[in-house]
């Protein structure tokens, strides 16, 4: 149980789309070894109106560029130089999205910036 507890990066509830969605983010390897030249996640996002887990594995590579990357889609200039730290995991932990399909809700894993999609501010109908 310490394992898991200290493997766990974060756990947050948010709503997306309409969604209420709760994600947990785990280290990749629980090892306190290899805490700092690992930073792989492994993201669950729970979905309590259908009961529904899913899975998303990111390898170090791909936390470390979408931990840089950010809001404003441009890649960091060099790899090694990049640890995320906790301001950037936020940008990691709002690619999780929802959508509907045959009226479930289904979570993925965007892997286009925000600057290319942007945030939803209002809805209206004409």
Same mark, same amino acid.
Request: a positive charge; glycine letters at 4%; proline letters at 0%.
């Given at each position: 149980r310490d394992r898991k507890d200290y493997s766990r990066v974060f756990r947050t509830v948010r709503t997306v789309n309409g969604v209420l969605v709760i994600q947990e983010a785990f280290r990749g390897?629980?090892? !306190?070894? =290899? !805490?700092?030249?690992?930073?792989?996640? #492994?993201i669950r996002a729970y979905i309590p109106?259908?009961?529904r887990t899913f899975r998303f594995e990111l390898d170090d590579a791909q936390v470390r560029l979408y931990a840089e990357m950010g809001n404003d889609g441009v890649e960091p200039k060099s790899m090694e130089l990049v640890k995320p730290q906790s301001e950037h995991l936020r940008n990691i932990n709002? &690619? #999780? $999205?929802? $959508? $509907?399909? *045959? /009226?479930?809700?289904?979570?993925?894993?965007? &892997? &286009?910036? *925000? =600057?290319? $999609? /942007?945030?939803?501010?209002?809805?209206r109908g004409v």
């Open positions: 390897c629980a090892s !306190k070894l =290899a !805490k700092n030249d690992d930073v792989s996640l #492994v109106e259908n009961q709002e &690619r #999780v $999205r929802c $959508r $509907r399909s *045959q /009226g479930r809700a289904i979570a993925y894993f965007s &892997r &286009r910036s *925000q =600057a290319e $999609r /942007g945030t939803e501010v209002a809805q």
